[in-house]
């Protein structure tokens, strides 16, 4: 029991994401299966013992803490903020809306974990469902591809951090760190990239705002705000640039 508790497979928020990881890239099957890792929400003769009302209680808690997880230990994090941080320095005000941008970079972060998942599918569920593995052995199978994941976008600073906070001692090997280190040392670290490239992009545009704020005030154009006025410009510079096939395409290459 303690190995496992080490490695972040079984217990504490280790047990929680690779749950909800198991279930991500399960759910269509758990819908026909009528059953949740071995759990049937239906009485028969291999069903829990635990009764219907607490196994609805447990999955619909694990369905909403889904839309986080997905939000915060997905590369869904950094790529909203660098779609947001694009919007607020063409300012376009609400256009792209909030729905498309969300929209755009949940389509790219499944394109980024679709391996990840498959994996966890083909390792954790399938040997599960087939009885070759038990629910404990299955979620730790899924938890190995997450925590690598997990340790290979996230900074050591950061990692050490955590290690310092929850009084965890030194691993050995990157498999060994817990997912209790790994979640939040990878999600300040997709935060620091994520303001790093925004501010990349704020820069040409800056210069635009500040050329155009020069001028209009040079020649007595105080009616008028700036950013009115350097708004089309900046628009303008961005498509013909092609500037959604350069920042979409490296995005999706910075996670390779």
Same mark, same amino acid.
């Given at each position: 029991?303690?190995?496992?508790?080490?490695?972040?497979?079984?217990? $504490?928020?280790?047990?929680?994401?690779?749950?909800?990881?198991?279930?991500?890239?399960?759910?269509? !099957?758990?819908?026909?299966?009528?059953?949740?890792?071995?759990?049937?929400?239906?009485?028969?003769?291999?069903?829990?013992?635990?009764?219907?009302?607490?196994?609805?209680?447990?999955?619909?808690?694990?369905?909403?803490? @889904?839309?986080?997880?997905?939000?915060?230990?997905?590369?869904?994090?950094?790529?909203?903020?660098?779609?947001?941080f694009?919007? #607020?320095?063409?300012?376009?005000?609400?256009?792209?809306?909030?729905?498309?941008?969300? $929209?755009?970079?949940?389509?790219?972060?499944? @394109?980024?974990?679709g391996? +990840?998942?498959?994996?966890?599918?083909?390792?954790?569920?399938?040997?599960?469902? #087939?009885?070759?593995?038990? #629910?404990? #052995?299955?979620?730790?199978a899924? $938890?190995?591809?997450?925590?690598?994941?997990?340790?290979k976008?996230?900074?050591?600073? %950061?990692?050490?951090?955590?290690?310092?906070?929850?009084?965890?001692?030194?691993?050995?090997?990157?498999?060994?760190?817990?997912?209790?280190? +790994?979640?939040?040392?990878?999600?300040?670290?997709?935060?620091?990239?994520?303001?790093?490239? $925004?501010?990349?992009?704020?820069?040409?545009?800056?210069?635009?705002?500040?050329?155009?704020?020069?001028?209009?005030?040079?020649?007595?154009?105080?009616?008028?705000?700036?950013?009115?006025?350097?708004?089309?410009?900046?628009?303008? +510079?961005?498509?013909?640039? %092609?500037?959604?096939?350069?920042?979409?395409?490296? +995005?999706?290459? !910075?996670f390779?």
């Amino acid at each position: 029991m303690e190995r496992r508790t080490e490695s972040g497979g079984v217990g $504490g928020p280790g047990l929680t994401v690779a749950i909800l990881s198991l279930l991500f890239s399960s759910a269509a !099957s758990a819908a026909t299966s009528g059953s949740l890792f071995g759990i049937s929400l239906v009485d028969g003769k291999g069903g829990s013992s635990i009764g219907v009302p607490m196994q609805i209680t447990v999955l619909m808690t694990l369905l909403a803490l @889904l839309p986080a997880a997905v939000m915060s230990v997905t590369p869904f994090l950094r790529i909203s903020i660098v779609l947001h941080f694009l919007r #607020q320095a063409l300012g376009t005000q609400t256009v792209p809306s909030n729905q498309v941008l969300v $929209g755009l970079s949940l389509f790219l972060t499944m @394109l980024v974990v679709g391996p +990840l998942f498959s994996e966890i599918h083909t390792n954790a569920w399938i040997p599960m469902e #087939q009885g070759s593995l038990t #629910q404990e #052995q299955a979620i730790e199978a899924a $938890g190995k591809p997450l925590k690598a994941f997990l340790a290979k976008y996230a900074r050591e600073k %950061d990692i050490k951090l955590f290690l310092e906070i929850s009084h965890s001692p030194a691993p050995r090997t990157p498999n060994d760190l817990d997912l209790k280190v +790994l979640i939040p040392a990878y999600i300040i670290s997709e935060l620091k990239a994520g303001f790093q490239i $925004g501010a990349v992009l704020f820069l040409p545009f800056l210069v635009i705002d500040i050329v155009v704020a020069s001028v209009t005030l040079s020649i007595g154009m105080v009616q008028l705000p700036p950013v009115m006025l350097s708004a089309p410009f900046k628009i303008l +510079l961005f498509v013909l640039v %092609d500037g959604w096939n350069l920042l979409i395409g490296s +995005l999706i290459k !910075s996670f390779y």
